[in-house]
């Protein structure tokens, strides 16, 4: 049994004008085994949020706490973050031209397991999870990330999630860019690791189509870079009969 706790976290983003506040006191607990919805208009700081846990270099934490069993992730490096069990889907967002997905894989797994894996037996689990992701075994020769459609760059992340086994993944907008069918697939990998695992899960949406596929446990609002209302899956459904129009007093502009 794990804990990830955030605490009255403020964070900062660096812009050319400035430091700019965008979380405004977060408070977040979550336990193994459950599934949380972090769900909220267009620019209210969900990815901040995600990108905050994750250390990246733009975001500055100002205060709070986030604590992962009581240790403190934010003094941890990236890697670290990674061996102490955070899945951060965006921490590897990036194009690395020349590095096989294989490799790149191999990589990361070494640096959270401790050990490098035995290549045969590699060689077999990539092979399975490939499969279920109905990802083409031609993908893991690929460069990572580049040139990957939206599609394949989810399906990527939750080839990650599925060999790396973290305590927590944070997972941003896993749904956007993502076809009926690349959803349905997507959703049945996370719901697999779930179902496997004691993991817990940070799912950050604006839609609550992944909804459908991801049963939360429990449903956050997020508006104004905090939450503002908490309750169960129904929390999902209201909001998507009425938006979220309620908690930012204006409607959102049309897509
Ligand atoms: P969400 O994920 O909920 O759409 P974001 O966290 O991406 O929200 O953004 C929250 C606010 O912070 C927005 O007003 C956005 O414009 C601003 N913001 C986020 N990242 C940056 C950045 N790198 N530079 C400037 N502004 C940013
Ligand atoms: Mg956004
Ligand atoms: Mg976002």
């Given at each position: 049994m794990a804990?990830?706790?955030i605490k009255d976290l403020h964070a900062s983003v660096e812009t050319d004008e400035g430091a700019k506040e965008i979380l405004k006191g977060v408070n977040l607990t979550i336990k193994s085994g459950e599934t949380h919805a972090i769900?909220?208009?267009?620019?209210?700081?969900?990815?901040?949020?995600?990108?905050?846990?994750?250390?990246?270099?733009?975001?500055?934490?100002?205060?709070?706490?986030?604590?992962?069993?009581?240790?403190?992730?934010?003094?941890?490096?990236?890697?670290?973050?990674?061996?102490?069990?955070?899945?951060?889907a965006m921490q590897y967002p990036v194009e690395v031209p020349g590095v096989s997905m294989s490799n790149f894989l191999r990589t990361?797994?070494?640096?959270?397991?401790?050990?490098a894996p035995k290549l045969r037996h590699w060689?077999?689990?990539?092979?399975?999870?490939?499969?279920?992701?109905?990802?083409?075994?031609?993908?893991?020769?690929?460069s990572v990330n580049e040139g990957f459609s939206g599609g394949e760059k989810k399906r990527h992340e939750i080839l990650q999630l599925s060999l790396l086994k973290p305590k927590f993944a944070i997972l941003d907008e896993t749904d956007s860019g993502l076809d009926v069918d690349a959803?349905?697939?997507?959703?049945?990998?996370?719901?697999?690791?779930?179902?496997?695992?004691?993991?817990?899960?940070?799912?950050?949406?604006h839609y609550t189509r992944i909804l459908r596929h991801i049963t939360p446990d429990?449903?956050?609002?997020?508006?104004?870079?905090?939450?503002?209302?908490?309750?169960?899956?129904?929390?999902?459904?209201?909001?998507?009969?009425?938006?979220?129009?309620?908690?930012?007093?204006?409607?959102?502009?049309a897509a």
């Open positions: 804990t990830l706790e769900m909220g208009p267009n620019g209210s700081g969900k990815s901040t949020l995600s990108y905050a846990i994750a250390g990246h270099p733009k975001y500055r934490v100002t205060s709070g706490e986030v604590l992962l069993d009581g240790e403190n992730v934010l003094e941890m490096s990236v890697d670290e973050r990674a061996r102490a069990g955070l899945f951060l990361a797994v070494t640096a959270v397991r401790g050990e060689v077999k689990e990539v092979k399975e999870e490939m499969n279920k992701l109905e990802i083409s075994q031609e993908f893991a020769e690929r959803l349905r697939v997507v959703s049945e990998g996370v719901n697999e690791y779930k179902a496997s695992s004691e993991v817990g899960v940070m799912l950050i949406t429990f449903v956050h609002v997020f508006a104004g870079g905090k939450i503002v209302e908490s309750g169960g899956k129904e929390l999902a459904d209201e909001l998507e009969e009425n938006g979220y129009v309620k908690y930012v007093g204006k409607a959102e502009p």
